[in-house]
């Protein structure tokens, strides 16, 4: 069932491709189809999923390079499930925002190109790639995967964008970053797996295997000394700050955001980044629990920085693309921050916050992004009014951005809450700096709503449309989630929990303490 999960979407991307090429509309058809296939099974998977038991589920195993101990092993705990929902549920929402995003243009000949075909095939592999690297149980199936979804997103920034030269520039950042990260990342799988298969190690051989790692971890059988382990773990973070990104590994974002198109842009900060995040919570924590402890105050520290930052950078901004894009390296830093203050808690409500701010930057940036294709510029100081001409529109973005800032009763304020919490109890001062800079977010969010939605309309504010029906079955289902989360959020803490809790007794259970 796994294994269709990832294959579905796959199956899509070639379906789409193979429409003829004047059939810009039946290609997107197919991949919404097959991406409605992939969330329908998701959901079998949610249902069928026990949130109590122990361990992964859903395990399927084959051998793939058996002379390196490498397997395809798939399986699925309460983080991964998390994610394999957010990412079922947002890519259908995400083709239907980019249906007219990219239109077929005439080439040599009077031909018509394929470029409609293209982008929603692409969107699709990214989707594949994505679930494979949230459903692998072996750490050499996940690193290819996890720089392989590298290849479609620069094509998806760098050929599709609005300014070609920027996005150009923008996708060359994007990849230069992330593969350096990469590199660092596949020194460190190396270095792991010469450490399996050193003598005097719990394994007959070298695996790769992250659950016979993790065990041994947690027992203190690595069988590696303090400062290797330490240097293996610098290398599976290196690797996941820049991909999450957090604090100073952010720079590429902005671009990469602004200069893609909305859909792109949400893909990239609500599915994509959160790979990042991931990692930190099933790799670095479960196999490096003494480094994940010995390294966690300065991590904590870059996160801080990182939260400040985001929203200081926001409230600067007079793009409102940008601006968005910001709040999501401000947000990035509380998950982060969540993740290693080490306590179930911080934890639980990071995984819960990656869940939480995909669907509040979906919404904002989706209809950020309808705006913006209205009056063709995303500069703030241009709007006037727009609420007196399109109430709809407005009221969905204010929705939206409340959520962003974590209003009660919004998604993201239940996440937000537990993370503080959960860090009070283990870094005082950085929670208490933390919560300080939620007022920064309250800041940059009313600010933009005012300029934009309220005052005299302009003549040019007055001719901008409402959100129409296929809009309004984007932005619907999202507004309805954050509000059906933020006012019960029990069901998705009751499967995150179990998962998250024997995350962070490992540290513990080595004998350091946090400072």
Not at 203 to 224: C, E, H, P, W, Y
Request: aromatic residues 10%; glycine residues 10%; neutral net charge.
């Amino acid at each position: 069932m796994l294994t269709a999960l990832w294959v579905l979407p796959l199956l899509g991307a070639a379906g789409a491709l193979i429409v003829p090429r004047g059939s810009a509309g039946a290609a997107r058809v197919v991949a919404l189809a097959f991406s409605l296939a992939a969330l329908a099974l998701s959901a079998v998977v949610a249902v069928r999923f026990v949130p109590g038991a122990m361990g992964y589920q859903f395990v399927e195993s084959a051998t793939w390079i058996p002379r390196f101990g490498a397997g395809y092993v798939l399986g699925v705990d309460g983080v991964a499930l998390t994610l394999v929902l957010l990412t079922t549920v947002l890519v259908p929402l995400l083709l239907l925002a980019g249906w007219r995003d990219v239109a077929p243009t005439n080439g040599e000949h009077g031909a018509v190109s394929r470029r409609p075909h293209t982008y929603v095939a692409l969107i699709l592999v990214v989707e594949s790639m994505v679930l494979v690297s949230l459903l692998s149980l072996d750490i050499l199936l996940f690193y290819v995967f996890f720089e392989a979804m590298l290849v479609p997103m620069y094509f998806l920034i760098g050929g599709f964008g609005p300014r070609v030269g920027a996005a150009r520039a923008a996708a060359v950042k994007f990849l230069l970053y992330n593969l350096a990260g990469g590199l660092v990342m596949l020194a460190a799988v190396i270095g792991l797996y010469a450490v399996t298969a050193a003598e005097g190690s719990p394994f007959s051989a070298g695996t790769f295997d992250v659950r016979a790692i993790a065990d041994a971890a947690a027992t203190g059988d690595l069988g590696a000394s303090p400062a290797v382990i330490n240097a293996l773990f610098l290398g599976f973070l290196v690797a996941f700050a820049v991909k999450a990104p957090l604090w100073p590994l952010h720079t590429w974002l902005p671009g990469a955001a602004v200069e893609s198109t909305p859909a792109t842009a949400v893909l990239m900060m609500a599915i994509v980044d959160k790979v990042g995040t991931f990692g930190m919570l099933r790799y670095c924590l479960q196999l490096f629990p003494d480094a994940s402890a010995m390294f966690a105050p300065w991590i904590v520290g870059l996160a801080v920085i990182g939260i400040v930052y985001g929203a200081i950078l926001a409230i600067g901004s007079t793009d409102m693309m940008r601006l968005i894009a910001y709040t999501s390296i401000s947000h990035f830093g509380f998950i982060v921050l969540g993740i290693f203050a080490l306590t179930a808690q911080a934890q639980a409500g990071s995984t819960l916050y990656m869940l939480n701010h995909g669907i509040a930057t979906a919404a904002l940036f989706l209809v950020a992004g309808f705006l913006v294709a209205r009056r063709g510029t995303a500069e703030i100081a241009e709007y006037a009014g727009v609420g007196r001409t399109a109430p709809v529109l407005a009221g969905t973005f204010l929705v939206a951005g409340l959520a962003t800032l974590s209003l009660p009763g919004l998604a993201p304020f239940v996440s937000e809450f537990l993370v503080l919490v959960g860090t009070y109890a283990r870094y005082e001062a950085a929670a208490v700096v933390a919560a300080v800079a939620l007022v920064l977010s309250a800041v940059y969010i009313l600010w933009l709503y005012q300029r934009v939605m309220t005052g005299p309309t302009t003549e040019a504010d007055r001719r901008i449309r409402d959100l129409v029906p296929r809009e309004l079955v984007v932005v619907a289902p999202l507004l309805v989630l954050v509000i059906g989360l933020g006012v019960y959020p029990k069901p998705m803490l009751d499967v995150i929990t179990p998962a998250v809790d024997r995350t962070s007794v490992q540290p513990a259970e080595q004998g350091v303490a946090a400072p």
